[in-house]
């Protein structure tokens, strides 16, 4: 039996990762500003992260980092395939002063409620939709709704005999933020030597393979990441020990694409991507065994994630769509 608490890095990885992406930000506002397309990145977590990035003209090396080890061969050759897709695609515009880049993102999370008492504790599972608007002035507007599901009819009458207590409804927000008030991080600066960009990363994750590989996945999350860094980060996935292929697969919404997946603390992280334009489709985290909680440790009322029998889907997050629109007031029409 694992308990959970045992994976409270994992839990907070979000949050830990947050300050290594600000930190470059920082670096990257310590230069000249005026010559550079930006990447945003809303203080809320990386579910929101928002890659933008400069044109690059020059293809990137597909040859791998040297040095022994990398991922298995199998995902490795799916991962070589990818980043030669993305480096022959065009460049996808960034936005403009004036202009933001909006995105919409769906995470769900399968959590344990401990009732403290004869009834029964009970699973839950959460829904958030975002709706994100960022411009390059660090000013931009983030929607969330949330809305709370149940997993079987007995987990509903386990809530309902609990005396239906509020789960996470209230997590629905609607926030503005002006000029400067998101961080930022300039993908101009980002290498599109794999070599150079797993260093870039490393320096910024403490060379933890776990940590590197989700944030591979957070530069990959925007399909404005210029093309050719696009590439070296799925080489940088390539060249990182432990990472397998999970092969042909689907995401939360049932689109079929490809995914790796890293396995730290008893939970496998997957990267799901469209083999045919390189994009990012969602992430995973599903536990390869089974996970229990000491529950009177957090006392009635306690929620906890990452809990539940191998196999379990613990949370997902979808990247839906993307669009430049000049106005954060309404959301942009979709391309048919």
Known sequence: MT???????????????LPVLEAAASEGRSNDASARRRASLPRRGLLSVAVLGILLALVVPLVLP????????AAADALHRVALRAAELPAEPSPRPG???YAESSASATNLYVTGSDVPNFFFETTTKRSTWISP?????????????????EDRSAWRDAGAP????DFSSDETFGRGELGYVDTDELPNDP???RSWIELRTGEDTWRTFSMVGALLRYRTTPPAVRAALYLVAAALDGVELVGETTDALGRSGVGVAFTHAGVRHELIFDPGTAELLGEEDVLVE???VDVESGGPGAIYGLVGPAGTRASA???LFSEITDAISVSPERSA
């Open 3 to 17: 308990q959970a608490l045992d994976r409270s890095a994992l839990l907070r990885f979000e949050e830990d990762l």
């Open 66 to 73: 040297e040095g022994p080890g990398g991922a298995t061969p």
């Open 99 to 101: 202009e933001y880049l």
């Open 137 to 153: 002035d660090g000013s931009g507007r983030i929607i969330e709704v949330s809305t709370v599901d149940f997993p079987s009819e």
């Open 166 to 169: 509020r789960l996470r409804e």
């Open 195 to 197: 070599s150079e960009l």
């Open 290 to 292: 089974n996970s229990e």
């Open 317 to 319: 997050t979808t990247y």
